[in-house]
């Protein structure tokens, strides 16, 4: 029988329009996300950038100017949504799917991060999405929703 791991899920709601929304998250990233602590090469991280349109690139470059891929776009639907497989520092064949969804809501709009496909990491799959749940708070609650309250 197989197991299906629920997928995490985060949402926000942030105080700008969908498409600049949109724009923050994708053309920005390099300016929020938090290397310091978020990153496959460690302290030797420079930036990272999201290329759009599906088969882009979500990458880290090094200080030395290596790039890492952590996944790639599979669906682009801007501004309402995009999404990418996720192997930071892994092989794409242990890649899980990140979906963002844009929406507008009251003063702004709605941001919902879903995290699934966990059992592609086999008998790390659990624990593996256990750090995800308090990644992701720090990653795309905090940081990529303080930068949008800063922009």
């Known amino acids: 029988m197989e197991t299906s791991i629920p997928p995490v899920i985060k949402s926000i709601t942030v105080a700008r329009p969908i498409e600049t929304t949109f724009k923050l998250f994708t053309e920005d990233v390099g300016q929020w996300w938090p ?55 892994r092989e794409p064949d242990t890649a899980q799917l990140v979906e963002i969804a844009f929406a507008p809501a009251d003063g702004g709009t709605q941001v919902t991060l879903t995290h699934s496909g966990w059992e592609s990491l086999g008998a790390d799959a659990l624990e593996t999405r256990e750090g995800y749940v308090s990644g992701w708070e720090l990653v795309f609650i905090d940081k990529f929703g303080g930068y949008c309250r800063q922009q």
Request: charge should be negative; hydrophobic fraction near 30%; proline fraction near 5%.
């Open 35 to 89: 290397l310091a602590s978020h990153s496959a090469v460690d302290d030797n991280a420079a930036t990272c950038r999201l290329e759009g349109g599906v088969g882009g690139r979500f990458y880290e470059t090094s200080a030395t100017g290596d790039e890492y891929e952590w996944g790639v776009v599979q669906s682009w639907n801007p501004p309402s949504g995009l999404s990418f497989t996720w192997y930071p520092g």
